[in-house]
C-alpha cells in the first residue's frame, strides 16, 4: 500500500436549498479534481473520491446524485443503525443536463 497524504479544502455552500447551486459546486470539484492532483504529483482518479451522501440535506443529496450520474463517480452512506458503509450503485438514464433548463427559468 502507498502511503501518501492528502490535504483537504473546505468546499462553502451557500445556498444548500438551491439543488442547481449545490449540482454545480460539486462539478467543480470533480472538474478541477485532476488539476489539483496533478500539482501534487499524486495519482489519484476520479474513481477514487466516493461521495458520502450520510449527512447532506434532501436538496444535497439529489444534487449529489445528479453529479455522481457518471459512472466512474461513487456514492456511499453509512447506515445508522449499525454503522455500516452501504455503497450506493446508480444507473444513468439522463445526463443531468436537464438541470440546466431548470436553471433558466
Do not use: H, W
Amino acid at each position: 500500500m502507498i502511503e501518501r497524504e492528502l490535504t483537504f479544502t473546505p468546499v462553502e455552500v451557500k445556498n444548500p436549498n438551491d439543488v442547481v447551486n449545490v449540482k454545480e459546486i460539486i462539478d467543480g470539484i470533480y472538474k478541477e479534481l485532476p488539476k489539483k492532483i496533478e500539482t501534487k504529483n499524486v495519482a489519484i482518479e476520479t474513481k477514487d473520491v466516493i461521495a458520502d451522501i450520510t449527512s447532506g440535506t434532501k436538496i444535497m443529496t439529489s444534487a449529489m446524485f445528479l453529479s455522481c450520474l457518471p459512472s466512474d463517480r461513487n456514492i456511499e452512506y453509512v447506515e445508522q443503525s449499525d454503522n455500516e458503509i452501504i455503497e450506493v450503485s446508480i444507473s444513468p438514464i439522463f445526463t443531468g443536463l436537464e438541470l440546466e433548463s431548470l436553471k433558466n427559468k
